[in-house]
């Protein structure tokens, strides 16, 4: 795993030597998973401990039963063992080799669960550096190597639109729900050509989907509604073949 160049911001120095030594960031951070508490240096408490909140399980493929933790962030909601089930059901036939991206990274669960079952690799995308450092940590643990697992620490609106030379097969849209952010999220997804001819998008949602927001070109394949969360897999892209 590697952290990606991240975009132009008001980073502090010592995150812009963390994602220049992955591997000295990714050993920190297990560090503070395996002393929760805060570590005790020189006598003195470690402030930026990652706070650990619960623990969510992979549920198939070569990682199956595995569990991983997540970190204590406002509005982490990771996505429940049954909404997995059934999307990972619906992505039997096409995961494997896929080329993935996590928008809204959060536990970390759907790139894991995605990477257990065989994709080629996932890019995923987290602004919270404290989230980050606990996928980090469970992807050491996993030993997921770098060639599978790529992440950006920034800004979801502004890493899409950074990302104009890449595209794939599989795209995870599972935006925080106080945030307005699925709509605008999509809108640059079609601006920058991320997903691939006959690509799928996976959207979770607190609303029903908006379809006059939704592109002409995308057709819903599946859709189904969980408690009170409203899931869909889209066709992107399609392919038009002659009458």
Same mark, same amino acid.
């Given at each position: 795993?590697?952290? #990606?160049?991240? *975009? ?6 010592? #995150? ?12 920190? %951070? ?30 198939? &493929? ?22 997995? #089930? ?21 536990? &970390? ?13 996932? *890019? ?12 980090? %940590? ?40 106080? %945030?307005?952010? =699925?709509?605008? @999220? ?23 989907? =908006?379809?006059? +927001? ?8 599946? #859709? ?11 066709? @992107?892209?399609?392919? +038009?073949?002659?009458?």
């Amino acid at each position: 795993m590697h952290y #990606e160049k991240s *975009l132009p911001s008001s980073s502090s120095l010592r #995150e812009a030597q963390r994602r220049s030594n992955p591997d000295r960031s990714l050993n920190k %951070a297990q560090d503070w998973i395996a002393s929760p508490s805060a570590r005790n240096d020189g006598g003195k408490k470690a402030h930026n401990a990652v706070k650990v909140k619960g623990q969510v399980r992979i549920i198939g &493929g070569k990682f199956r039963s595995r569990k991983i933790l997540f970190s204590d962030s406002p509005g982490l909601r990771p996505t429940t063992d049954r909404i997995r #089930e059934t999307l990972f059901n619906w992505l039997a036939p096409v995961i494997s080799g896929a080329e993935c991206l996590d928008v809204f990274g959060g536990s &970390g669960v759907l790139s894991f669960e995605a990477i257990s079952r065989g994709a080629a690799h996932v *890019l995923l995308i987290e602004k919270s550096q404290q989230t980050l450092e606990q996928i980090a %940590a469970n992807a050491k643990k996993l030993e997921i190597p770098s060639s599978q697992l790529s992440l950006i620490g920034s800004d979801a609106l502004k890493s899409l639109a950074s990302l104009d030379a890449r595209s794939f097969d599989i795209i995870f849209l599972d935006p925080p729900f106080d %945030a307005d952010l =699925l709509y605008p @999220c999509i809108q640059r997804i079609v601006q920058h050509q991320l997903i691939r001819e006959n690509g799928f998008i996976y959207i979770e949602t607190h609303l029903p989907i =908006l379809n006059d +927001k939704i592109p002409a070109d995308w057709k819903c394949l599946k #859709e189904k509604k969980a408690g009170q969360v409203y899931y869909y897999l889209y066709s @992107c892209n399609l392919t +038009k073949t002659d009458s």
